[in-house]
């Protein structure tokens, strides 16, 4: 594809603006876990969601969903 697919367009928005918008209609805070090209990515993440790094990506996806619930406040 030669881009991260978060910023392929589809209907005039990036993948990950769309999910930003789309999940911003049903809950409060949007959080997004960047990490394979974070620098990249990070000014494409539209300003009403949260970013977080993942610090190692490497370990796949369910690091970046750990990291996510991390840096979570307690209840």
Do not use: W
């Not at 030669?2 to 789309?22: D, N, Q, S």
């Not at 974070?38 to 949260?50: F, M, S, T, Y």
């Not at 619930?69 to 307690?74: T, V």
Request: proline letters at 8%.
């Amino acid at each position: 594809m030669g881009r991260p697919k978060a910023l392929l367009e589809y209907e005039g928005e990036t993948f990950v603006a769309r999910l930003v918008r789309v999940m911003g209609m049903a809950c409060d805070s949007v959080m997004v876990v960047l990490g394979h090209n974070a620098e990249k990515l990070r000014d494409h993440v539209p300003a009403r969601a949260r970013v977080e790094i993942n610090p190692d990506p490497s370990r796949g996806q369910l690091s970046s969903l750990q990291t996510g619930l991390a840096s979570l406040p307690p209840d």
